[in-house]
């Protein structure tokens, strides 16, 4: 039973060294520095001016500017109106019409379509 033991634990050890050579193959690769690209330094040095225009020259927009404030708003003003006249399909909703339906069917409740025609008659 022993020698099954080890025969089996040789089989399994045999591909574990083979990984850690290669890992240790690739480690070597992981250690060297890596290169990052450059476009040249990315510090902008401080001018003291807002937003780098000095006083007394004109801000000139670049072309996402207006796509953004015009797109930004826009779908805002869409949002707002499709909210505001979206159907009402919430469970309480429901479940009152529901109830006024079956208690008008059972004459509990008097029907007010009907209550409107006799009042409009009467007027």
Not at 13 to 31: E, G, H, N, W
Not at 37 to 43: A, D, L, N, T, V
Not at 50 to 65: D, I, M, N, R, T
Not at 94 to 101: I, N, T, V
Request: with cysteine.
């Amino acid at each position: 039973m022993s020698s099954l033991r080890q025969a089996a634990s040789a089989a399994v050890r045999a591909p574990l060294l083979q990984q850690s050579s290669s890992i240790a193959a690739r480690r070597a690769f992981s250690t060297t520095r890596a290169q990052r690209g450059g476009h040249g330094p990315s510090y902008d040095a401080p001018s003291g001016w807002l937003f780098g225009v000095k006083p007394g020259e004109k801000y000139q927009k670049e072309g996402w500017e207006n796509l953004f404030f015009y797109g930004f708003c826009g779908s805002l003003g869409v949002f707002a109106v499709v909210y505001a006249f979206k159907p009402d399909t919430s469970i309480q909703t429901w479940a009152l019409e529901e109830a006024r339906r079956r208690l008008e069917a059972e004459g509990i409740l008097a029907d007010p379509e009907k209550n409107q025609r006799a009042s409009s008659e009467i007027n």
